[in-house]
């Protein structure tokens, strides 16, 4: 992202406080260097800085407890051992001391300690399912439990509830073996669910009593900044490097999906094309046991550590070796050694089809844009106002005759890309306009007279498309450039972050670094109407029922969201192509989407679904839960197959693609999905309706 003057000279300010309070450092001081250099961002560079007073603590207090689940950890006597500082969180802040995490931190390790015990005892005796009681999975909902004997009982609940909802699927199982196939008792499978839940749940604690003190303190810090507002965060080096990696689609490594399995890092995934998947060597269902740098590094055991602990090992700069031992499937333990390369995650970006017209002999282009994406750390990366120019370009040269771009579940990515990409569909003009703090608002602006294309446009969102995705749709909604199209509204979020390298912001010190990043909300963006996104998002031209209709989704509901405001418009104008009878398309639209039987049923089942989002508390006698079980399931039923129609049978790849698509088997197969998916996809085939009415009314 671009740093502006002020913005520049804060960070410097911020680095000489800090460098000259702590002229000496030993590890333990490398927490209160944390704490007050974040401090130190959030109260001179957030857009909304807080007055942190007792009030500010007592949020605080609470939302910490929040994120660590405390509900389902800790009891009512526990914390009324951390009331008292439920006002003290501000001068703790301030003096950069940690007595209530340290508290807390203990007290969790305590109780995963017990609950571990609970586990053990509670799964060795089969449940008694005829017992009338009932959980609530809401544990939001609940109050604290009132000692450990309550705890136990609760946990008993949660166990019982596992293993019955197991219980039932194996007995549903059972019911469609044969009368050749292999039976087995009511208790038999009882015990076989037992086991499945202990065993899992003893992964679970072994994992969260394995996170490392640095770990637990990133729900501290988060829960402090997210006091300010829900997008601002600390991310530890390690997530940093990941959204990185989300972000860019461009991963330095050896191309291998990993996870945690007991103590063992299994792999899952080897990404083709990758150095992994081109040495032939390490597999799907290897367990790496081993990892050592360079030919002559020493070899580290990576047992029992996490799989983010592991990542960052084997990370590292292309042409690096990385050397493995693996523990392959037959048993046999195997050293490999890869050379590290840059891995292209190609499902991260822009990808285009040709779809039939509404009407014979209409062609429509079809692009698909997943993100936002751009890649901050190398200019000659991607970015996807190019590739979208780039897919622009090659459906004009096929001669479509109007054009669909897919925001749907795009959570948005970099902001000036938003800008550029808008720019693509006008001739020049203002696109978004950004307020900061202390300053009046800026104005961005395309200033390219170019225009990639310049024919009929629909852009398609949902609840989901959110940030930069709202920016583009809003500004091309108000030029009337496009008809945008989707459920009641985007998501809502119209404010602006920015990263920042806390190691900057600290002088020397390299002992304690890398401390992390901070990202800040330090700007709201408003439409060129004046209006905000925040809050109320963008509401489609034309609206298409949608199965989470009725369940709340976006940024109103976050706690801490900042509010809507105004400010006032700047002038705007394009002559490109200028929607004049939108309330005709609307009305058309309306009519096919009554008289819609799969429409209808997706409204039927919105319905639904709010009933089952507003039911959290089940029963535990197993007849009950199967009774309720099965009603669900009956009335699901006549939804099952909503979506399996294929109703665009006009779904084409473009011949310039090809290559890349047939370059190995993944691709291949993800191209494969990715046209099944649009043959099938009845929103898709309302837009193209759409389009064609566009084109035939122009």
Known sequence: MKFRGPLFFSVLLLSVLVAAFYPKVDNSQKEAILMRTIFSFMNQLHYQPQEVNDGFSEEFFDLYLERISAKRYLTKEDIAKLTPYRRQLDDEVRQSSYNFFNESLVMLENNLKKIQAFNEEITAQPFDFDRKEEINVVFDELDYVKNDKELKDRWRKILKYETMTRLYRKTKAQ????????????????????????????????????????????????????IYDPHSTYFEPVEKQSFDIDM??????????LFNEGDYTKVSEVMPGGPAWKGKELEKGDLIIKVAQGDDGEWEDITGMLVNEVVQKIRGEPGTKVRLTLKKKDG????????????????????????DGANEGEKIGYINLPRFYVDFENPDGRFCSKDIAAELDKLTAAGVDGIILDLRNNGGGGLYEAVDMSGLFIEEGPIVQI????????????????????????????????????????????????????????????????????????????????????????????????GAVQLKGVVPDIVLPDTYAYIKIGEKEEDRAMEWTEIEAVDFSQNVYQIKNMQELKKRSESRVSQNATFQKVVQNAKRYERLRENAVYPLQLKDYIMQEKAKEQEAEQFKDIFSAVVNKGVYNLDADMTNINKNEKNQSMNKDFMESISKDIYIKETLNILHDMISMK
């Open 248 to 257: 860019s689609g461009r991963l330095e490594g050896i191309g291998a999906r």
């Open 435 to 530: 307020k900061s703090r202390k300053q009046q608002s800026e104005i961005l602006r395309d200033v390219n007279p170019e225009v990639k294309y310049d024919g009929p446009l629909v852009v398609m969102v949902n609840q989901l498309s959110a940030s930069a995705s709202e920016i583009l749709a809003a500004a091309l909604q108000d030029y009337g450039r496009a008809v945008i199209v989707g459920s009641k509204s985007t998501y809502g979020k119209g404010t602006v972050q920015r990263f920042f390298d806390m190691d900057r912001a600290v002088r020397g010190m390299e002992e304690i670094k890398p401390l992390g990043d901070i990202k800040l909300t330090m700007q709201k963006f408003y439409r060129v109407d004046g």
């Open 175 to 226: 019911d469609k073996v044969g009368e050749e196939g292999e039976h087995q008792s009511t208790e038999e499978l009882e015990a076989e669910a037992r086991k499945e839940v202990k065993e899992m749940y003893e992964d679970i604690f072994k994992t969260m009593l394995k996170l490392k003190r640095e770990n637990r303190m990133s729900a501290y810090f988060n829960a402090f900044t997210n």
């Open 332 to 355: 046999l333990l195997k050293e490999i050694t890869i050379i590290r390369d840059v891995i292209i995650i190609e499902e991260s970006y822009a990808k285009s089809l040709i779809l």
